[in-house]
């Protein structure tokens, strides 16, 4: 046999059912360790063998750029060369490819060049600077911007979930109507409080809710009014009608209503919060038209520009379907609702039947490791968006033990939202497949953090005493500051310890010296001379340098007692070495305002012409590109 067969009848009767399962919507619900890299690429090659396309019309995505690397290694282990022409991606791989590929739907928007988290923050702070009076986001503590970083957050949770500004504010005036329209009943509706004997002003006031419902989902959001209208109606169905007590109601109500300046139960999203999400879809607009206007895109623009795209032109959207004919996504658990609708938008057409063929295979279980926006709703809505979707549950673990997976599996039952309470069929529950053999697999509770460490430090040092070796013993913490907390413990039971701390790179000296410098440069770029005093003080006070200290005081009290800033001390001071690095700086400076930052990170590194040879050299190299 050749090496697709061997690696076939190697796989499990799920994993068959799905390398099998080649036309329609497929969502695989996999947990850790059921080998669903094979799954994937085994696919891949049936795909292949059973169907007349080409390896370059099946589309692989995924979410790191090391797992799309294992699954192209593992796919050219299993075809061989035609592995290189399938196309796998990340999604932000994949959304950058559509771009480059096809600029002529892209030609209202430049993306030039990437732009950091602190770029994007100095950006909206300078669009802050110019709010109106009155903005309801132009609050200051001193120098701050109190909603500044709560916008920045806003606006990237906005854009992993593809919603633009003209989309948030047609949201913004659905709700705004919605709440309107509702604001007497509900004042009235809670003018007494929440009792059982007021069920029916409650059932009333669910019914016209009930009334304002259009059924419209907005980019992937149920309306207000749905989501208002189905957890009232949960409460009125808790709520004992022969009790005293409403708590259900009297729940619901904190979750959904206010006092205002007059006492009354308001909707909370009406009134001030309606205005500042109004000026935060202002500033979003803006920022997006500054990063446009300087060819600057971030990493979330990579999706939603390519979604945008796909969803406003259907030539693209048509091309792009008929180029992957196959789709395969890995982690699905780990998408956010721009990338749900990307999928969406790769698989929307008419000759589909709402059956594209597209796989999609996640672990509800592992959503509690959210990021991105992930949602684990994502994994419901494949079930919900695609007409009798084939779902296949791997329950075989190749990886852990019996005991582990059962002890995993009482912290996964507690999960409130895991996709078999709203798909019922989709059960998982993972069977170890070999027998590792572990001698004690064991969980505690402990009434306090400190209790913990001491129970901790104790048992380690009794099994030294009955013949463990230290080195065969490990402590394992999701957290530094734990370990760091159990330390003192263990020195009080004379237990031997090997912590090996990876330290933050960004807090050794040398990067801290490193990003001073550059905060000087832009420091003098920018004029603010003041900043430049302080930082100048510690720069130059750096070993490399070899200055003197006497020297720097000297400096530092003649700036003081002729009332001038250092830069004009330092260009004008005898020593001829101190002179070249103030100018040196200077240069920097200059040249800042024409080139990008790692240019002159380049140069502090030491590897422009005029840079220094120092021990910042190979080391920081990597960091500053990075920075």
């Given at each position: 046999m050749g090496k697709y067969e061997d690696e076939y009848e190697a796989l499990n009767t799920a994993q068959r059912d799905a390398v099998n399962e080649t036309e329609g919507p497929v969502l695989v619900v996999a947990g850790p360790g059921t080998g669903k890299t094979q799954l994937l690429s085994m696919r891949v090659a049936n795909i292949l063998r059973k169907n007349d396309v080409m390896a370059g019309n099946i589309l692989c995505l995924t979410f790191t750029d090391n797992a799309a690397r294992n699954m192209r290694d593992r796919l050219i282990s299993i075809i061989g060369q035609p592995a290189y022409h399938v196309a796998i991606h990340t999604f932000h791989g994949f959304g950058t490819d559509v771009i480059s590929q096809y600029p002529d739907y892209f030609t209202g928007r430049q993306l030039l060049q990437q732009i950091d988290e602190l770029g994007r923050y100095e950006l909206l702070r300078a669009i802050f600077e110019q709010l109106p009076h009155g903005s309801p986001l132009g609050a200051k503590v001193g120098e701050d911007y109190i909603f500044l970083k709560n916008t920045l957050d806003t606006i990237s949770w906005l854009k992993q979930n593809a919603i633009a500004p003209n989309e948030l504010h047609s949201l913004l005036l659905a709700n705004q109507k919605f709440i309107e329209a509702t604001a007497k009943e509900v004042a009235g509706c809670f003018a007494a409080t929440p009792s059982a004997k007021q069920l029916p002003a409650y059932q009333k006031l669910l019914k016209s809710i009930q009334k304002h419902m259009t059924g419209t989902r907005y980019f992937g959001f149920p309306e207000y009014a749905a989501e208002a209208a189905g957890e009232l109606k949960q409460a009125i169905a808790e709520t004992d009608p022969g009790g005293r007590y409403a708590k259900p109601i009297t729940a619901w109500r904190s979750n959904w209503c206010k006092k205002d300046a007059n006492g009354q139960h308001v909707w909370k999203d009406g009134g001030q919060a309606y205005r500042r999400m109004q000026a935060v879809a202002n500033v979003y607009q803006e920022l997006l038209d500054t990063m446009a206007a300087q060819g600057l895109y971030d990493f979330d623009d990579m999706v939603i520009e390519a979604v945008h795209a796909m969803e406003t032109s259907d030539e693209l959207r048509y091309n792009l379907q008929e180029r992957y004919q196959y789709i395969l996504v890995d982690e699905f658990q780990d998408t956010n609702k721009a990338q749900l609708r990307m999928l969406s938008a790769l698989g929307d057409n008419p000759v589909h039947e709402q059956r594209p063929n597209i796989m999609a295979v996640g672990d509800d279980d592992q959503a509690i490791y959210a990021f991105q926006g992930a949602e684990v709703s994502n994994m419901v809505a494949f079930s919900r968006m695609h007409k009798q979707p084939a779902r296949i549950t791997l329950e075989e673990n190749f990886r852990s033990n019996a005991n582990i997976l059962s002890l995993s599996e009482t912290v996964s039952d507690q999960i409130t939202d895991r996709l078999e309470a709203a798909v019922p069929d989709a059960h998982k529950q993972l069977v170890a497949k070999k027998n590792y053999k572990i001698k004690i697999l064991d969980h505690m509770a402990f009434p306090s953090e400190l209790a913990q460490y001491d129970w901790i430090a104790m048992e380690i040092a009794k099994l030294i005493k009955n013949g463990a070796k230290p080195e065969t013993i490990a402590v394992i913490a999701p957290r530094h500051r734990y370990l760091e907390r159990l330390m003192p413990y263990l020195r009080e039971q004379d237990v031997p310890v090997a912590y090996e701390?990876?330290?933050?790179?960004?807090?050794?000296?040398?990067?801290?010296?490193?990003?001073?410098?550059?905060?000087?440069?832009?420091?003098?770029?920018?004029?603010?001379?003041?900043?430049?005093?302080?930082?100048?003080?510690?720069?130059?006070?750096?070993?490399?340098?070899?200055?003197?200290?006497?020297?720097?005081?000297?400096?530092?009290?003649?700036?003081?007692?002729?009332?001038?800033?250092?830069?004009?001390?330092?260009?004008?001071?005898?020593?001829?070495?101190?002179?070249d690095i103030a100018a040196w700086f200077v240069r920097l400076a200059k040249r800042s305002t024409l080139e990008p930052m790692e240019y002159i990170i380049d140069e502090l590194v030491g590897r422009g012409e005029d840079g220094i040879d120092s021990e910042y050299d190979e080391l920081l190299l990597p960091v500053a590109k990075a920075e």
């Open positions: 701390r990876r330290d933050n790179i960004l807090e050794a000296p040398i990067i801290v010296e490193l990003l001073t410098m550059a905060r000087l440069v832009v420091a003098l770029a920018e004029n603010r001379q003041n900043e430049a005093d302080a930082l100048f003080g510690q720069v130059l006070g750096y070993d490399f340098w070899g200055i003197p200290a006497e020297t720097l005081v000297q400096v530092s009290l003649d700036s003081y007692d002729k009332h001038k800033h250092w830069l004009e001390m330092l260009i004008k001071h005898p020593d001829k070495q101190v002179q």
